[in-house]
């Protein structure tokens, strides 16, 4: 059974079958549910923060 997982960029869910997992160099993983948000994080290197269309908009970090 697929289990799911949780968009990195969006905040989606989206099932493990689906989207696409991303390594970075420092070996931590990186789930995202479509190319949008992965070239949004990826390439562009956007803060999902200040995308309107994303579940973290307008969050700040805990320590602050």
Do not use: I, Q
Request: charged content about 30%; overall charge positive.
């Amino acid at each position: 059974m697929p289990r799911t997982l949780k968009c990195s960029f969006c905040g989606k869910s989206f099932l493990n079958t689906t989207g696409m997992m991303h390594v970075k160099n420092d070996g931590t993983l990186v789930y995202f549910c479509s190319r949008r948000c992965r070239v949004s994080s990826v390439t562009m290197k956007r803060d999902s923060r200040k995308m309107k269309w994303t579940a973290y908009y307008g969050k700040r970090e805990k320590g602050r």
